[in-house]
């Protein structure tokens, strides 16, 4: 059983840094593309990175040169650092996870996503 757990949200500053932390587990590498998205209150869902299991890595042009996914594969863990945050980030941020034999596009079609983690960018 597939599941994902979120951590690492909070409140923040606008030009601030936050690292998100996923626990993973119930899933084997390198069959599943991973992934982030987001959800600001009373607006729709929106991606904002996608790898997949070759590895190749896709950011949302709104979050480009700021965010940055990794992953710690013997902790099962995967993080999205995020840097320069704007009031705009603010949002509730899921990961996300999809079996796949290769390649993936949209994050907000995956099979398996967390419950999320609160970020509010602020003065």
């Known amino acids: 059983q597939v599941q994902l757990v979120e951590s690492g949200g909070g409140s923040v500053q606008p030009g601030g840094s936050l690292r998100l932390s996923c626990a993973v587990s119930?899933?084997?590498?390198?069959?599943?593309?991973m992934g982030w998205f987001r959800q600001a209150q009373g607006k729709g869902r929106e991606g904002v990175v996608v790898?997949?299991?070759?590895?190749?890595?896709t950011y949302a042009d709104t979050v480009k040169g700021r965010f940055a996914f990794s992953r710690d594969i013997p902790k099962n863990t995967l993080y999205l650092q995020m840097n320069s945050l704007k009031p705009e980030d603010t949002a509730m941020y899921y990961c996300?996870?999809?079996?796949?034999?290769?390649?993936?596009?949209?994050?907000?079609?995956?099979?398996?996503r967390g419950q999320g983690t609160q970020v509010t960018v602020s003065a």
């Open positions: 790898v997949n299991t070759y590895g190749r890595t």
């Open positions: 996300a996870a999809h079996r796949s034999g290769g390649y993936c596009s949209d994050v907000l079609s995956f099979a398996y």
């Open positions: 119930g899933i084997t590498y390198p069959n599943y593309c």
